[in-house]
Each structure stands twice: as structure tokens, then as C-alpha cells.
């Protein structure tokens, strides 16, 4: 097997000798989470037609949802405004007042707050839809010290980044959530509505315009920059894209289309490619990975994203870890009941942040590593244990990247696109390292780029702009220019 990048990007520590063993069960793990060409090969062709799937028909709760967002304008950079966007990530929530300057620009104020960490399963919605309206009137508060004139209202984007079913541009039902987020009564619910409540019980002189995903700001605002984009991804604490396709490929909106919309019209469509491969038809996963599923709040859902997100490839290596102190050959010293041990037994306790920083540390004797094992999980190791997580980190960071851009391929593939910049947002992509590079030799492996250097690559990954705040901004602002024109914004209603 072709297991060249693994080579080039694991710095082998000469200094460092892996034990028989424990180089043996490594050799396993490598063979375990190298995916070859072939397979890139064979998951992108089930990809491309999944992603047909979606586009036809809502009948399965299992397949791409490939959500309809109702923006169906390309920006072309000449947008001007104030918009307010909120942005709902993974840990933290952000406000940001962007103002469009025309001529691709844009300048921007930004406050981020920090989400309690129990509110990912609060039992209480109004908790934290109330907790984003505390801070969007906050946010105001601060940006206008004279007050709010009389009568202004602001127009917002909110960036919520879940799988919704949009019937029109500013509202969205959960369909499901996602990236360990587990709240009752949201899902089947309208999170347009939810927010807006919030908003109005506070009497904030806000307007919420329009429901985004941070895939599909992602790609608007940075065609608002570089017109050469043709897909906005994340690949961060979940994994998705998004892309415009034409109506007349997206057949299950066709029978409640209003009239001003015709099938050649653009959509930009909501992958949550995060659920391909939910019937394990042809990805290849660990037994690691099958716990992890049935582990999670939504078991069978995310197959996709359980193997290449950020959210889960920290629980991916303390699986991986525990088993080896379980089985005797890591942490020999480690007592049962100790902090070390107890730790390591504990859930999420591991975020991508701890592969991250073994894969970066270039230390002879893996120095910062040992910091890592003993800040994060209170473990002594030996350089050996120490090189051995660090090679492990490499597979399971490398599986990600090639995994992650199958998505990439397979919407290239149906669009035919051979030529194009695809923008991509997500701190697995900002901050993994190496994650750039081996994502770029996935994509090369696949076109059969041998030999043309990375930056000539034809499809390019480039660091997004910052999709979240700006592309809400941009989307918002595309929706007040259709409403002007007194444009459709979504389904016909009956
Ligand atoms: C999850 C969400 C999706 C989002 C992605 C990246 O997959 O379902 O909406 O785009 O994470 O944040």
C-alpha cells in the first residue's frame, strides 16, 4: 500500500526506538487507518450518488439531506450594508457587526462569548436561545454607547449551524442535532422562531433575516472575494460543504416552486455531508469508530463525521490509548485508581487539540508531548509511549484529511468542475498541522496529480474568509436586494 505520506510527514525520532510490540501493533494501526486510492476511489463514487439521493427525495432519515437554502443569488462583491450576525459554533458563540463596503470589502467589529459548558445538554432550550439574545442585546449595548436610535432595527444573519429544512431563507426546522449537541425540544422545531422569541421577549430592535449554516457562508462570503469559489467546507468540530447547484437538479422542491423561479435558477445546497455513509455501505471503520456511534446521542447518524471531525478524533485516540493501558503494553506504572487512570476512563476528554500538539512536537525527546499527557490527562510517559501517540495521532490525522476530501471530490465530480477554489473554514483545518497538506495530496491522489506541485493543483483549498460573520452579512443582504425586487424567498405557501 501506498503509505508514502505517512512517511513524509512522521518525523521519525532516531533518538527514539519503539519496542517489538509495541512497533507491531503500530504496524496494525497504520495498515487500519491508511485509506488508499482505490478506496478514496470506491467512497467517492457511492458519495456522488448519495448526494443525487438527497437532492431527489426527503424519504430517508439515513441519507444526505442536501438542504435547499434558498439563496439562490451569487454575490458578486458589489453588496454594501450593515448587517448584525450571530454565529453559534461549537464552543463559542460570536456577534458580529460586518459592514459591506462594496468592491469585495468588508470591515468588521466581533465580541465572542464564551458558551456555559453545560449548555450543549441543557434540558432547558429557552436557556440558550436566551443565552444568544442576552448577548446579541449586550453586543448593541456596547456598539451603541449614546443608545440605539429611535426606531432603527438591525438586520441579523443567524449562522446556525445544524441540519435545518428550510421552506423559506429565514426559518429552519431541526432536523436532528449534531457535534454532541443533545437539547430537547428542538429538534422538529423552527431555531428561527426559537431565537426570535428570545429576541422579542428582551425587546431588542433586532430583525432576523435570514437562517445560514456555516458551509454556506463559508462559500458566499469568500465568492464575495474570490469569484473562483465553487464550495465552502468546514472541517472543524463537524465536517460539511456546501455548493450551488441549478433547481432543475434539485427535484424535490420542484412540486411547491413559486413562479419567479425557474429551473435554471441557482440554490446553494446545504450538504451535511457530516451523514454520509450512514448505512456503512463503504466507509472503512474501526471497531473505535463503531463505539463511538453507539456512544453518541444519535447513534447511526454523522458516519461521515464520527471518523474525520474534530469533535470526535480525541475520543478516537484515548479509545485507542485505554485499550493499550487496559491490555498491559502502555503506562505500565499507572495505578488503577489513580488520577491518570481515572482520567484516561473519562469520555471527551480528549479534544483534537491533543493530537494537534503531539503532531507538532519536533522536541528530540518529544518534551511538549510529555507536558500534553500530564497537563490533559495526568500521565507519566516514557519517550517510547510518547512517540507511539504521536504516530498513532499522525494515522488518525491523516485518515481525516483523506476521508475529508471525498466530500470535495464528489461534489466536483457531479458539477464537473476541474478547475476551481473551494474555501474552507474550521480550526481542524487552521490548526491541525499537516492537516492542508495531506487533504491537497488526498484531492491529487484522486485527480491523478502526480508531479504538479501543490500550489498548481487545478481544485485548490484555500483558507475561507471568515464565512460565519461576513457570509451571513452577504447572504442578508442578497436577501433584502430580492425582497426589494419582491423576489420569492422559498417555497409557495399553500
Ligand atoms: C455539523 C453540522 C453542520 C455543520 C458542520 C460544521 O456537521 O450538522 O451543519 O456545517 O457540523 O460545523
Redesign the pocket.
Known sequence: IDQSINKSTIMAKEEITLSQPLQRNLDTFQNEFWVSKEKLHEIIDVFVQELKKGLHDNDDPYQIPMNPTWVMDYPDGSETGDYLALDL??TNMRVVIVHLLGNHKFTKVQTKYRLPDHIRTTRKREELFGFMAECLGKFLKEQNPDGIPEGKTFPLGFTF???TTQSKIDSGVLQRW??GFDIPGVEGNDAAALLRDEIEKREIPIKLVALI???TGTLVASRYTDPDTIMGV?F?????G?YYDVVADVPKIHNQLPDDISLATPMLI?C?Y??FDNKHRVLPRTKYDVQIDQESPRPGQ?AF?KMT?GYYLGEIIRKILLEGYETGYLFKDLAQDSEGAKKLAKDYILDSSFLSNLESDDTPDLAESKKEFETKLSINTTPEERLYAKKISAFIGTRAARLSICGISAVCQKMNYRKCHVAAD?SVYMKYPHFPERAAKGLSDVFGWDGIKEEDHPIKIVKAQDGSGVGAAVIAALTHARNVKGLSLGLKQN
Open positions: 459554533g461549537g449551524s445544524y441540519p449534531t457535534k449554516c456555516d458551509t468546514i472543524g468540530t463537524g465536517v460539511n456546501a446545504n451535511e457530516g451523514s454523522q463525521e471531525a474550521g
